[in-house]
């Protein structure tokens, strides 16, 4: 038998898929599993949380796909394209359900805002992966980084039928290249020497 907490995803993607995200209520998602209410209610409160667990079971599916040691000839560009192309692969089945709830999100800015922590879990969970740390200002900024190359490339995945997603390969390809090109430009320019009258006083003797 099914666990509960599956039985409610997966009632939840295929409801949304069918009805849209709006339409489909708490009590659906509960017939659907063959749950009582009750009991969806303790899994899952809300649709934002039944989203944020099936994108959770999604970067379950990917990180668990990841070696265990990184490949030393791999650049963290090389293993973050590698990593979101395996997410991408294992959303391609919930295309329909995907879409439904970005034209949701995209109708009503307070879904969104409430989908955010869900998706900056998820960019965090394929830095991380990719060896890049999340921590602290410099891991903000990859996160909301590629948060937006994930917003860019999802557009594309959207309408990809090609049968290797060489479409998708190719947008976040690029996206990557150019966001890689801006973090060393923002590097060298954060690791240049002062200068001025702060470069001098650093470097006396006295200082």
Excluded: C
């Amino acid at each position: 038998m099914k666990p509960a907490n599956e039985a409610a995803l997966d009632a939840f993607v295929a409801l949304v898929a069918d009805k849209g995200f709006s339409p489909v209520a708490l009590r659906d998602v509960a017939v659907g599993a063959d749950l009582g209410l009750a009991d969806l209610y303790r899994l899952y409160p809300d649709k934002v949380a039944l989203v944020g667990g099936f994108m959770a079971r999604i970067d379950g599916e990917v990180l668990g796909r990841v070696p265990t040691e990184a490949d030393p000839e791999e650049t963290a560009r090389d293993r973050l394209f590698d990593t979101m192309m395996q997410r991408y692969d294992a959303l391609r089945p919930h295309r329909a359900a995907l879409g439904a709830i970005r034209r949701a999100a995209a109708r009503d800015p307070l879904l969104a805002l409430a989908l955010g922590p869900a998706l900056r879990r998820s960019m965090a969970a394929l830095l991380e992966a990719s060896g890049l740390s999340t921590d602290g200002l410099p891991g903000a900024l990859r996160q909301n980084g590629l948060l937006a190359i994930d917003y860019a490339v999802s557009r594309v995945f959207d309408r990809d039928e090609t049968a290797d997603l060489s479409k998708t390969m190719a947008a976040l390809d690029s996206r990557l290249k150019t966001a890689e090109k801006w973090a060393q430009t923002i590097d060298k320019y954060m690791k240049a020497p002062i200068s001025g009258s702060r470069a001098t006083q650093s470097h006396s003797p006295a200082a």
